[in-house]
């Protein structure tokens, strides 16, 4: 069984985008060889800047020949459809076999098709996956009109057993496969032939150049983290980075280089940020003073000087990026000296948000406003909340995050300090944004949450007033985001705030005029007025009550989502969102989380049982006699014990209920409701509801209802499957 | 040649004199800079235009560029307003490109023994040109020294074939080579000359001057009007019917009008550093000038140099 071998060499490849061609190499490949009837043992593929290689071992040496019958047209048939028959498969009329159906005589074809050997097949499906690689950007070069990520060079396709290796037959646009590649571009740049993948992987490492990208990840690290704890320091790890430097080097050499005494007081981040993006080199930290203070840089190659060159250049260019930083840094330092942090926020005013929804100074003042108002629900000092939502996106106009932009939030909070605000202030500017995603820390500090929250309610409703939802996977402002960070937010911070209210008061007047003049417009009137449906109320004031809505229950399907994640079942959640303050979000939670606890006992199981019972019985009799029956039973026209037991019951329940949900202990009020399940089972076990007395009938009824009410006060159990 | 590689260039104008020599010996048309203000050497139309069209073309040439937004008034160590890029397009783009690009450093003394050079991903957009490519940035030792790209589109246009260029930034890579921490310290000419002239000897006041210029002086209004005046003449020009009646020829005038497209380019670049542009309004300039270089893009893939083949009635 013959192992294949497959290398396409190119002009350096980027490094972002090598793993993802190794896995559609690997898959596109052996798929394409399994489809034609080549199966293998074992496949691997592996990627360096200049080339993309595949191993696969144990292929077959040809396809198996396969049989197939058709069944053509019946015995006597006319010769037309006979010839037809012939030519769609391939045959002759001596080659046809007459066989008895019941449905009378039929002429069978048998065609064979022969097995392939594997040298043809693999040139097609090699042709089909370059012709066809989905790189996320390709390119044509020279007079070509083949497409590769950048020129392809040289192709080597080699089929070898124990008898040899031989090329495969293959062309594509001009380049003819070989058994010939090129080591390290500089270090050992000659061209050699290979027979296999063991001898390839052998002399490609004789001639500097490491195939598999892991392990050159693992020897960069090593060398790195080696290097590092030498002099009692430690390498800042960052896999993402990690994964790219392996991507840009065939021959990895480690250095290690100083960052110059002018540069250690800027903020760590910053250090960070600049020689990661810029330069690609790792951070190194001293582990005591917790500061930055080396650099480790990749190079791809050795050197007579062991790296003093490469190094020297490198801390050069490394002293000029920081010069930079360190003027940004300064210059905000001055800005905020001369002007303060709302100074530095003043040309935000030029900046648009979104063009519908006003420059960033307006948006500042809104949730600036919206601050203010939920501080008190978060326990944050309302003039600390206002202040820092004002300056808490000032940064985006400072000179470094103009730079770099990631680090906004980050740069805020050192600005902030500068300023000489206070330290729940300065760190506002940083955790405001948080959280980002469904693991990302949230912020705890009372006026951290404040900002954080009016932060997410303002671009909530902003873009819901100006009809720019979410649709499907297309989320382009992250509101999916904002509404799982205002549902985090109130939850672990277990917030009593009423949302409807909040959502509210976070229209501002720009959104009500927007509003007013979509309103004018036929097109959003349209949409005003299908939602209105829902409210059917007055237009404008209408219109702004239906977005509300609408957005509450965009809130409420978040939650759900994001409490499926924790167990809990949605028509739980259904049926807790259908009660009255179900806005406020951390008291849905407690009251769905004590509802699952209570539906997982057989007393609760049981009583929701007698709950529809009940529940049928009753919109069936109002139905039937149109009227409703929420009067209450009398015990004096009770006649079964059965019977009077089901309202002492009631009446021991009703209060300890009633007193459980005002404490808001919604496992109290569903521990006294399970109280009820004996006297329930035990009246449906003895009692006749609808009986011939009127009387009575309908004071069982009544009772019916006033059972249904106390469960109903619990939550909407009606919405509970099962 | 009798060009002495071995040894390290003394001054700015001696890597420049080894680039052209270089690239002349490659077979470039060693061409001089265009003679309008532009901001990068793409702009020159012996690349602009000429990547365009099926016809063969190899061009070298410096080209003064203008950044009015990177003045300093001198005194930043690397950032400049005018300043001088190394160009060379080639179509359609040779196999070799990358040696070649390697041999032009080697030309210019960088020892490839004891320097790191790597090309690291950096594709290429110009919004204004309506133009993209795919290619790298090419480090030396961790400093970016060239911008390297094969051109996919250029004016809206599929380039058939593909063009090679290269970008050299002039000040930084020799400030690199002749191992000069500030720019205005870097010598211009031989230093053991006489008459030894630093690059500051040379540029400092003029980047003073340019610098408060392009900053605080300009006239915005101006150059405004310059703008719409461009862009109209522009389109103007190119209306014209391609038969001139004067010579009894087909004559589409496809530089005259491109010159128009370079000139709103460098005025809205003006007007940039002015900081009369807001952000929206950025935008709406930028696709006005792609709309000018898309339209002569057009105009010059009519044109005998852009590939067109005279009809015979004509």
């Known amino acids: 069984m013959p192992d294949l071998l497959i290398e396409l060499f190119s002009e350096e490849i980027p490094a972002r985008m090598q793993a993802r061609a190794c896995d559609d190499l690997k898959k596109r490949m052996t798929d394409g060889l399994v489809e034609a009837g080549l199966t293998y043992a074992s496949a691997a593929a592996f990627s360096t800047p200049r080339r993309l290689a595949l191993t696969v071992e144990g292929l077959l040496a040809e396809s198996p020949t396969v049989?197939?019958?058709?069944?053509?047209?019946?015995?006597?048939?006319?010769?037309?459809?006979?010839?037809?028959?012939?030519r769609g498969a391939g045959v002759s009329r001596d080659d046809l076999e007459e066989r008895e159906t019941p449905k009378g005589a039929v002429y069978f074809a048998t065609i064979t098709k022969p097995g392939r050997p594997a040298a043809e097949i693999v040139a097609e499906v090699l042709e089909e996956v370059i012709r066809n690689f989905p790189w996320p950007k390709s390119m044509r070069w020279g007079a070509g009109s083949l497409r590769w990520v950048r020129p392809l060079h040289s192709v080597i396709c080699l089929l070898s057993d124990e008898a040899g290796a031989e090329v495969v037959p293959f062309e594509i646009d001009g380049i003819r496969a070989g058994d010939v590649t090129r080591g390290h571009r500089f270090m050992a740049p000659d061209a050699f032939s290979v027979v296999s993948y063991e001898d390839y992987a052998a002399k490609l490492k004789r001639a500097h150049v490491v195939l598999d990208a892991q392990e050159r990840a693992d020897h960069i690290w090593n060398d790195a983290t080696n290097a590092a704890f030498s002099q009692g320091l430690e390498v800042v790890e960052d896999k993402g980075l990690l994964a790219e430097v392996a991507g840009l080097v065939e021959w990895p050499v480690v250095l290690m280089g100083e960052i110059g005494a002018d540069f250690l007081g800027l903020p760590p981040e910053v250090l960070q940020t600049s020689m990661k993006e810029h330069q690609k080199f790792f951070s190194v930290k001293n582990p005591k003073t917790g500061r930055i203070e080396k650099f480790i840089t990749v190079a791809n190659r050795e050197t007579a000087d062991n790296g003093a060159t490469i190094l020297a250049g490198n801390q050069k260019v490394l002293s000029a990026r920081l010069s930079d930083a360190k003027f940004f840094w300064e210059n905000d330092l001055r800005a905020v000296a001369d002007a303060g942090l709302e100074g530095m926020a003043a040309p935000l005013a030029q900046v648009t948000f979104h063009n519908k929804?006003?420059?960033?100074?307006?948006?500042?003042?809104?949730?600036?406003?919206?601050?203010?108002?939920?501080?008190?629900?978060?326990?944050?000092?309302?003039?600390?909340?206002?202040?820092a939502a004002k300056v808490a996106k000032a940064d985006l106009s400072s000179e470094m995050v103009y730079e770099f932009p990631e680090l906004q939030g980050i740069m805020g909070r050192y600005y902030a300090m500068e300023a000489g605000l206070s330290q729940p202030v300065a760190d506002a500017c940083r955790d405001h944004y948080s959280p980002l995603g469904p693991s990302d820390d949230v912020p705890v500090e009372p006026v951290s949450v404040a900002v954080a929250l009016a932060d997410k309610l303002d671009t909530l409703t902003g873009f819901w007033a100006i009809d720019e939802k979410p649709t499907g996977s297309k989320d382009p402002f992250a509101l999916r985001r904002a509404a799982l960070g205002v549902i985090r937010l109130v939850l672990e911070n277990d917030l009593a705030i009423e949302l409807e209210v909040v959502l509210a008061s976070a229209f501002g007047p720009q959104t009500a005029e927007f509003l007013d003049s979509a309103a004018k417009s036929a097109d959003a009137k349209a949409k005003v007025s299908a939602v209105m449906e829902v409210e059917g109320s007055q237009i404008t004031y209408g219109a702004k009550e239906a977005i509300l809505f609408d957005l509450l229950s965009f809130v409420h399907d978040r939650l759900k989502v994001f409490l499926r994640d924790q167990g809990i079942r949605h028509d739980v959640i259904d049926a807790c969102v259908a009660m009255p303050g179900s806005d406020d979000l951390a008291l849905l939670v407690k009251r769905a989380q004590a509802l699952q606890g209570f539906l997982d006992t057989s007393d609760g199981e049981n009583l929701l049982q007698g709950f529809k019972r009940a529940n049928n019985i009753l919109t069936q009799a109002e139905e039937k006699d149109g009227v409703e029956y929420s009067f209450g039973g009398d015990v004096k026209f009770a006649e079964e014990a059965e019977e009077k037991a089901l309202f002492s019951a009631l009446d021991a329940a009703e209060p300890k209920i009633k007193a459980a949900l005002e404490r808001q202990d919604f496992e109290a009020a569903m521990s006294a409701l399970a109280g009820l399940r004996g006297a329930v089972d035990g009246f449906f076990e003895a009692v006749q509801v609808n009986a011939e007395n009127e009387v009575l009938r309908r004071n069982r009824l009544n009772l019916l209802s006033s059972i249904r009410t106390a469960c109903l006060s619990v939550a909407d159990l009606a919405r509970i499957e099962g | 040649m009798t060009r002495d590689t071995a040894t390290k260039p003394r001054s700015f104008q001696e890597i420049i004199l080894r680039l052209q020599a270089y690239w002349a010996e490659q077979g470039c048309a060693v061409m001089q800079p265009y003679d309008m203000e532009v901001g990068a050497g793409t702009f020159h139309p012996a690349t602009t235009l000429r990547s365009l069209g099926s016809k063969p073309w190899a061009a070298a040439y410096v080209q003064p560029s203008r950044r009015p937004t990177d003045g300093r008034y001198g005194e930043n160590p690397n950032r400049l307003q005018h300043y001088y890029q190394y160009q060379v397009l080639i179509k359609p783009s040779p196999p070799d490109l990358q040696a070649l690009y390697l041999g032009s450093l080697q030309a210019i003394g960088i020892d490839m023994a004891l320097h790191d050079i790597r090309f690291v991903e950096d594709d290429w957009e110009s919004p204004t040109l309506g133009a993209w490519g795919l290619g790298w940035e090419v480090w030396c030792d961790g400093m970016e020294v060239s911008q390297f790209t094969y051109f996919q589109q250029?004016?809206?246009?599929?380039c058939h074939p593909v063009s090679g260029e290269l970008t050299y930034g002039l000040e930084r890579l020799a400030m690199y080579v002749l191992g000069i921490d500030h720019v205005m310290d870097m010598p211009y000419n031989d230093p053991q000359t006489p008459i030894a002239l630093s690059y500051g000897d040379v540029f400092r006041q003029t980047e003073q001057e340019y610098s408060r210029w392009n900053f605080d002086v300009a006239d915005t209004e101006v150059l405004l009007r310059h703008f719409e005046e461009a862009e109209a003449e522009c389109a103007r020009i190119l209306e014209a019917p391609h038969h001139d009646p004067k010579t009894g020829k087909r004559i589409v005038m496809a530089h005259p009008a491109y010159d128009q497209c370079i000139k709103a380019s460098h005025i809205f670049n003006l007007l940039d550093a002015r900081g009369v542009i807001s952000v929206t309004e950025r935008q709406a300039y930028i696709g006005r000038v792609r709309t000018l270089a898309k339209a002569c893009a057009d105009a010059f893939v009519l044109t005998e140099a852009g590939g067109h083949v005279a009809e015979a009635a004509e």
């Open chain 1, 67 to 86: 049989r197939e019958e058709r069944k053509g047209p019946k015995v006597g048939a006319p010769d037309k459809a006979i010839e037809g028959f012939l």
């Open chain 1, 357 to 387: 929804l006003g420059s960033q100074a307006e948006r500042i003042a809104r949730i600036a406003a919206l601050a203010r108002e939920i501080a008190p629900m978060v326990g944050a000092d309302a003039d600390a909340a206002e202040l």
């Open chain 2, 154 to 158: 250029v004016g809206g246009h599929d």
